[in-house]
T-cell receptor, first 112, second 114 residues
């Protein structure tokens, strides 16, 4: 089974629309993070939400976490063409060494 | 703004050869990580490193892999005898703490094994 599965796998929207991406996971976590990756580049940390938090905002980003359902969502409001990228959730478990597991990602394409 | 750097950006090697991928983490960070990403696939955790020892490793990180912090700034990943399936992007990351664990990633090294 996979830890950190995102859906949809791909999302295409018009500039100005909101984009919602979901992530599900299977084990207990310390925190959940969202990262962005432009094609062929390194990952950029977007936002971290701790297991005892339910919602967090950062600029146009809103993240929710439901530990009872083991799921999280990332909302990007008023999307821009520059938001086109892959978005990954990453779950962090305290296994003694804090192992980070990434999901398969959602490829977001924002049309200008 | 401080950043994680990686060298080389692209490494081409023959199967069976040893490669060393280099990373310079952010200077005040204490936790270091290696990940790999096979083309078009997810980012896979390889190993985390703290206080000069491995703190966690994945099943991918077998005896062919090793990590080292040879001095106060570099963090290296060595693959002893490369296989075709080792071809991937390898990302180094560092973080200030393990609990909060916001990781800063380097730009990656593309490893091509022929």
């Amino acid at each position: 089974s996979q830890q950190g599965e995102e859906d949809p796998q791909a999302l295409s929207i018009q500039e100005g629309e909101n984009a919602t991406m979901n992530c599900s996971y299977k084990t207990s976590i310390n925190n959940l993070q969202w990262y962005r990756q432009n094609s062929g580049r390194g990952l950029v940390h977007l936002i971290l939400i701790r297991s005892n938090e339910r919602e967090k905002h950062s600029g146009r980003l809103r993240v929710t976490l439901d530990t009872s359902k083991k799921s999280s969502s990332l909302l990007i409001t008023a999307s821009r063409a520059a938001d086109t990228a892959s978005y990954f959730c990453a779950t962090v478990r305290n296994t003694g060494g804090f192992k980070t597991i990434f999901g398969a990602g959602t490829r977001l394409f924002v049309k200008a | 703004e401080p950043e994680v750097t990686q060298t080389p950006s692209h490494q081409v090697t023959q199967m069976g050869q040893e490669v060393i991928l280099r990373c310079v983490p952010i200077s005040n960070h204490l936790y270091f990580y290696w990940y790999r990403q096979i083309l078009g696939q997810k980012v896979e955790f390889l190993v985390s490193f703290y206080n000069n020892e491995i703190s966690e490793k994945s099943e991918i990180f077998d005896d062919q892999f090793s990590v080292e912090r040879p001095d106060g700034s570099n963090f290296t990943l060595k693959i002893r005898s490369t296989k075709l399936e080792d071809s991937a992007m390898y990302f180094c990351a560092s973080s200030e703490s393990a609990v909060l664990n916001e990781q800063f990633f380097g730009p990656g090294t593309r490893l091509t094994v022929l």
